[in-house]
């Protein structure tokens, strides 16, 4: 038996589906892509709504050590607590590569205490 929606939205990234143009999401899928994109969107990108966004992608010049973490910890928090209601975060692992850092969010989903996991990959440059 498969789970009922609590949640449906349009999949990220954007694609047809096979019974639908947009592809849809529903559930824990769409939690979590809803993550990737709030975290990988710039504060001020959206036209219509400036304030939201995170600013992780700020950080790929900063030097990849501990404070580095420590800072993308503190704002992915902030941003996810004002602008993800579905969830509670529970951890944030941050994994520090040559080209890239990782971000790997635990969360509780709130409607239906499934926990949940979210990768995303932040590229430096």
């Given at each position: 038996m498969t789970a009922p929606i609590v949640y449906q939205g349009i999949k990220f990234p954007f694609?047809?589906?096979s019974r639908s143009l947009p592809a849809q999401s529903t559930?824990?899928?769409l939690i979590q892509e809803g993550l990737i994109q709030l975290i990988l969107t710039g504060v001020g990108e959206r036209i219509m709504r400036p304030d939201v966004g995170c600013r992780a992608t700020s950080f790929v010049f900063e030097n990849n050590d501990a404070v580095l973490g420590n800072l993308l910890r503190a704002e992915v928090q902030?941003?996810?607590a004002k602008y993800e209601p579905r969830i509670q975060?529970?951890?944030?692992?941050?994994s520090q590569r040559s080209s890239e850092v990782l971000l790997t969010l635990r969360y509780v989903v709130l409607t239906t205490g499934?926990?949940?996991v979210a990768t995303v990959a932040i590229p430096s440059l």
């Amino acid at each position: 038996m498969t789970a009922p929606i609590v949640y449906q939205g349009i999949k990220f990234p954007f694609q047809s589906g096979s019974r639908s143009l947009p592809a849809q999401s529903t559930n824990e899928q769409l939690i979590q892509e809803g993550l990737i994109q709030l975290i990988l969107t710039g504060v001020g990108e959206r036209i219509m709504r400036p304030d939201v966004g995170c600013r992780a992608t700020s950080f790929v010049f900063e030097n990849n050590d501990a404070v580095l973490g420590n800072l993308l910890r503190a704002e992915v928090q902030g941003v996810v607590a004002k602008y993800e209601p579905r969830i509670q975060l529970t951890d944030i692992q941050v994994s520090q590569r040559s080209s890239e850092v990782l971000l790997t969010l635990r969360y509780v989903v709130l409607t239906t205490g499934r926990i949940g996991v979210a990768t995303v990959a932040i590229p430096s440059l």
